[in-house]
């Protein structure tokens, strides 16, 4: 039994009983570990206290049979903390944070110190069911894939194969995240998506289409170097515990100032020697409020700028409307504060930028990301150590997914799904191109003509409702959504979630896919149509996982799966197979038998097409190598120094130029030109173009370290090697790959062809350079025009201006509009939304939401966010007893001002009541950590609808420990202008004694 907290109030930090015991019993520190899964760093994490952490030594972990120790990472957050995990007899009796490690240094946090427990855990899913009658039956693994894959076939022939959603994970590896994407595919659908959308897309559109790349520029380790940190709609201290030891090094070593700017006073606030409290939903008025300051008084690098940046004027011209008048009007921000923080950054260079989903979940989020990065611009504060971007994403392999393609709009390596984009991975694949078209829907659009839905953008799965619950007429696919599968993935991490409930309900077929039940298998009161399928932990399988860096680390498998569970890519080959394309499929990937892929061939076949974003050179002996030799790389430059991997970034953080072969350490801070690209330097990307409107696009005299090519260029194809001389370094079959994309020479050259003298010295035909001129650096197979490139000094991608005006995006500079549900009806007319429109398949609203005034009636913003104890939806954390401990209760923030006007007592219960009907029942913590008007809710908990206790609906010994209302069901409509990112951090609700 847990023992419940005094009067059941969620307060935090208290000592636990399971400290307490450990505190007040004699048992040795081994013993413990066994009995709890907790290594001594996570136990130091939950406790919050100083003492004296000595490394154990693993031999005397047990006695009996011989104790194996695994290398793996943790699967929560985005850090990449390494695990030491201690095996006896198969079974996995304890753990150890990874001492060596880079990222984490020898700590954890809570929810790293008790991962064993997952696969240990007594209460996730065990074996296939399916719901008949409204009881859930046991099934074996055969009759669930025939019966869905059935049904499966049976909605493709009525309505195409875009009705059925395939819904991935950021929990997957990167290899079963390829495999999915690429299952998607050969399914004939671009309905695939993961987490990414609802946590980081307007990142990365914000980000990628300023610079070129969308992700962190810099590292957790590199913040060493900062001399001052800025962050906003960030609380790491909760959200990546580890990655604060980081920040807090650079605090005390380089004195740097560390400014916290968030509506509510966080963990990571209490660190701060600037706090900034601002109204949510107001980031971009706030920044230019900064800029204002900056460019008042000269403060910006102007030298930068002139050399590597374009359309700042634009951005002057806005920032000029933002007096400080203005600032404090929108924001709340006082003059006094703004000129502060901007005198701070301006005298505390390099500083770094950190951000998360506080500044991404907005309606205009990716506004909001592009005016993150315009102030490091305006700074000089990229290209640098302790400068760039740093960009905190969730999951622990939520980079990894996005990178592989997981997602409505592009395919592995944000190749996107244009034409040439599907013929370069038909080609990897070695696909017949008409086939893959055949796979896919085509319908007649508005104008009668032929849609292929083959390049259309999917439904993103922040939207995936509509595409079930939307007439038919109104959506841009051939029918609704009819089957939906939910591969890692909890429901309850998104708004809207009555409406979700009518969406399942209506469904012919739900599937889960997951090692837990989650929130899917209980919200809906379906009694039939429900699969619930137990995949394996990652601590049950191997591979390569991405952390928030961009650096790669591989994992060991740690035990053989439990129960009846199974790897995700022996479950999505079951599925291929019933289809009918697993041979197809897999048809360049080693199988270990006939269901099992290999890990390490999957790496390799998209080591082979990944050549937008290097993720080419990472082989699997590389990564594994790296993870061997974790003591050898420099703690704060992630360089080895020395040993096997000499010369290294940890991890080769993408991109890693060409082939393993060529031996690219990675590139470790993005656009830094103090390296040769050899060596991980990097200018801005050139992906926009060479001008616009007769300005300049590309760098003017600034370029890396070594370059040939003493000025800006645009991105490399085979014509621009001729042009320069180039090309003869090409090697015989590098020039023979060319032709073969180029579609020149219809045979695929392999590496021990004689290809004879006429491609390198002979005379070519006249039309040879015509034909072959356009293939560039992402679609050459070979990666010989980035090898001839890099060895010139050159960046492959060119060498082009940071742009800070996206004349594609709806707001081509970055301005501040006022949230759907707003209670500033003053600001509205100032700062109003979009008009409604259609995209990502889907109608969307925009103005028509905003002109209602709710304010009256809903008067107290609602923002929601992260606990250090739980992760994403909750349902592996709220499982594990460890974690259940110290967080026993779903709560809801309240000001003491706003509490006591409304009549709520602290610890006592409350109805949250959303603008479009949506209730919880919460606890009430009151507390000055929320503003007078604010009130704050975890979005970890789920098990309780609308008051209603929902345990009953799990399968037996499948439900969490804790169980709580989820902040969605009282959260709102409200979706980016250009990716669909949910609002959640800036509605309305109304609050309620219960």
């Known amino acids: 039994m847990l023992r419940k907290k005094t009067n059941g109030v969620a307060r935090r930090p208290q000592r636990t009983s399971i400290l307490s015991d450990v505190a007040n019993a004699s048992v040795d520190r081994r013993a413990f570990l066994r009995g709890s899964g907790l290594a001594i760093g996570g136990l130091a994490a939950i406790a919050a206290t100083g003492g004296t952490v000595k490394q154990a030594n693993a031999a005397t972990a047990a006695t009996g049979g011989t104790i194996e120790v695994k290398k793996t990472v943790c699967t929560h957050c985005s850090v990449g903390c390494t695990v030491i995990a201690e095996v006896q007899d198969g079974v996995w009796i304890g753990q150890e944070p990874g001492w060596d490690s880079p990222f984490n240094l020898g700590s954890h946090c809570a929810k790293g110190a008790s991962v064993r427990e997952h696969a240990h855990g007594e209460r996730r899913l065990k074996y296939p069911m399916k719901k008949v009658g409204g009881e859930w039956q046991r099934i074996s693994w055969e009759q669930a894939i025939d019966e869905i894959g059935d049904q499966m076939l049976k909605i493709r022939e009525e309505s195409g194969p875009d009705s059925v959603y395939w819904l991935g994970s950021a929990k997957h590896s990167n290899e079963q995240a390829y495999l999915f994407r690429k299952f998607a595919a050969y399914w004939g659908t671009n309905n695939v998506d993961h987490q990414a959308r609802i946590c980081h897309s307007t990142t990365v559109a914000g980000v990628a289409n300023t610079w070129g ?165 305006a700074l000089g504060n990229m290209g640098v150590a302790g400068g760039g971007t740093n960009i905190f994403r969730g999951h622990d392999n939520v980079q990894g997914a996005t990178d592989l393609g997981v997602l409505a709009d592009t395919l592995p390596g944000y190749y996107g799904l244009t034409a040439g984009a599907w013929a370069h991975w038909a080609r990897v694949w070695g696909e017949d191109l008409d086939w893959l078209k055949g796979r896919f829907a085509v319908m007649k659009g508005k104008d009668g003509k032929d849609k292929e839905m083959m390049g259309l953008s999917g439904i993103t799965v922040s939207r995936w409702i509509d595409g079930v619950l939307e007439a038919k ?50 919200m809906n009161d379906r009694t039939d149509g429900v699969y619930l399928l137990p995949a394996s932990t990652q601590f049950e399988t191997r591979g390569s996982v991405t952390a928030s860096n961009r650096s790669l680390q591989w994992r060991e498998q740690v035990v053989a799966p439990l129960f009846e569970s199974l790897p995700d890519h022996i479950i999505m080959t079951k599925f291929a197979k019933k289809f009918g394309f697993a041979d197809r499929m897999l048809r360049n990937i080693e199988m270990e038998d006939d269901e099992t892929p290999s890990i ?243 109608p969307t609203l925009y103005a028509s939401i905003q002109k209602n005034d709710f304010s009256k009636d809903y008067p107290i913003i609602l923002t929601s966010g992260r606990l250090v104890e739980y992760e994403g939806g909750g349902d592996e954390t709220r499982s594990n007893p460890w974690l259940a401990e110290l967080q026993q209760n779903m709560f809801i923030e309240i000001n003491p001002r706003d509490a006591n006007n409304l009549g709520v007592r602290d610890g006592a219960q409350c109805w949250v009541e959303g603008p479009e009907g949506g209730r919880v029942r919460v606890m009430a913590m009151v507390t000055e950590r929320v503003g007078e008007g604010v009130a704050f809710m975890p979005f970890h908990f789920g098990g309780y609808m609308e008051g209603k206790d929902l345990r009953s609906k799990y399968p037996d010994g499948a439900d969490p420990i804790v169980l709580g209302e989820s902040t969605n069901t009282a959260q709102t409509y409200g979706y980016d202008s250009v990716t669909m990112m949910q609002e959640t951090k800036a509605t309305l609700c109304k609050i309620m004694p219960a």
């Not at 090094?249 to 509510?264: F, G, M, T, Y």
């Not at 701070?344 to 990065?373: D, E, F, K, S, V």
């Not at 089957?483 to 209506?506: C, D, I, Y």
Request: hydrophobic share 35%.
């Open 213 to 377: 790349y969308g992700a962190m520029t810099n590292s957790y380790n590199d913040i060493h170097n900062s001399r001052s940190i800025f962050i906003i709609g960030g609380n790491p201290a909760e959200a990546h515990p580890v990655s604060l030891q980081h920040v807090l090094k650079a605090k005390e070593q380089n004195n740097a100032p560390l400014i916290v700017c968030d509506p509510r006073f966080t963990r990571t606030a209490a660190h701060a020697d600037e706090y900034v409290r601002f109204r949510p939903g107001s980031d971009v008025a706030l920044v230019w409020g900064i800029l204002w300051h900056i460019f008042e008084n000269g403060w910006e690098d102007q030298e930068f700028l002139r050399t590597r940046v374009w359309g700042m004027d634009e951005i002057r011209t806005e920032v000029a409307r933002w007096t400080p008048d203005e600032v404090e009007r929108v924001t709340g921000v006082p003059e006094s504060q703004v000129a502060r923080v901007a005198r701070t950054l301006a005298n505390n260079r390099p500083g770094t930028l950190i951000w998360c989903m506080g500044g991404t979940q907005h309606t205009n989020g990716n506004n909001n990301t592009r005016a993150y990065c315009i102030l490091q611009l």
């Open 473 to 522: 007429e109104n959506i841009e696919q051939p029918d609704n959504t009819r089957a939906m599968v939910f591969w890692g993935h909890a429901p309850n991490s998104q708004t809207r979630l009555k409406e979700m409930k009518t969406a399942m309900e209506k469904l012919d077929l739900l599937v889960v896919v997951d090692p837990f039940p989650t929130v899917s298998a209980v």
């Open 600 to 842: 390490e061939s999957i790496t390799r076949e998209f080591n082979r097409g990944m050549w937008t974003i290097g993720y080419t050179g990472q082989s699997p002996e590389r990564l594994k190598l790296h993870m061997e030799n974790q003591h050898t790389f420099d703690k704060t430059t992630l360089r080895a120094n020395g040993g096997p991997a000499d010369g290294d970034f940890y991890g080769m953080p993408w991109p890693c130029w060409g082939t393993a072969e060529m031996n690219h350490p990675g590139s470790a801070n993005l656009y830094d030109q103090s390296l040769p690209v050899a060596e991980g330097g990097l200018p801005f990307r050139a992906r926009f173009g060479v001008e616009r409107d007769g300005d300049n696009l590309l760098a003017e005299g600034s370029y890396p370290v070594g370059s040939e090519i003493q000025d800006g260029y645009p991105e490399f194809t085979m014509q621009m090697l001729i042009d320069l001389g180039w090309d003869g370094d090409l090697t015989p079959y590098e020039r023979r790959m060319i032709e073969y994309v180029a579609g020149y020479i219809d045979a695929r050259p392999e590496t021990d062809t004689d290809l004879g003298e006429q491609s390198q010295t002979g005379p070519y035909p006249s039309d040879w350079a015509e034909q072959i001129g356009g293939v560039n650096w992402k679609t050459d197979l070979s990666g010989g025009i980035q090898r001839v490139a890099i060895a010139h000094g050159c960046a492959p991608y060119g060498n082009a201006k940071a742009r800070c005006v996206v004349w594609t995006f709806p707001d081509p500079v970055p301005v501040h509009r006022e949230p759907l549900y707003t209670n500033r009806r003053d600001l509205v007319q100032d700062y109003p939304t979009y008009d409604d429109r259609t995209f990502w398949r889907v």
